[in-house]
Nanobody, 119 residues
Framework: QVQLVESGGGSVQAGGSLRISCITSGRTMNNNPMAWFRRAPGKERELVAIFAPSDGSTWYANFVKGRCAISRDKAKNALYLQMNSLNPEDTAVYYC????????????WGEGTQVTVSP
């Protein structure tokens, strides 16, 4: 059973930074695509960033491009999202997700970590 556990969320003022983490357990996910999603109050869940282990490539949504960096630490079974220049519109629950295989939808999810950005 794969488990994803996020941490590192919190409250920060606009312009600040946070790094959120996702630790995987149950089986190694070092060769599986992983991503960060977020859901803001009253909005649909949206994809924030993807890490592709096949070549280490990354993808970012336009609304975080240039402000965030997704990374992975294989030794710690961890996925990170460094977020800089945060603004109130970034307030959301951030979720870690993984794919059991590259050709399926995101089928492993964490419980989420709350990020709140005040003006």
């Amino acid at each position: 059973q794969v488990q994803l556990v996020e941490s590192g969320g919190g409250s920060v003022q606009a312009g600040g930074s946070l790094r959120i983490s996702c630790i995987t357990s149950g089986r190694t996910m070092n060769n599986n695509p992983m991503a960060w999603f977020r859901r803001a109050p009253g909005k649909e869940r949206e994809l924030v960033a993807i890490f592709a282990p096949s070549d280490g490539s990354t993808w970012y949504a336009n609304f975080v491009k240039g402000r965030c960096a997704i990374s992975r630490d294989k030794a710690k079974n961890a996925l990170y999202l460094q977020m800089n220049s945060l603004n109130p519109e970034d307030t959301a629950v951030y979720y870690c997700a993984a794919k059991s295989r590259p050709d399926v939808e995101w089928d492993y999810w964490g419980e989420g970590t709350q990020v709140t950005v005040s003006p």
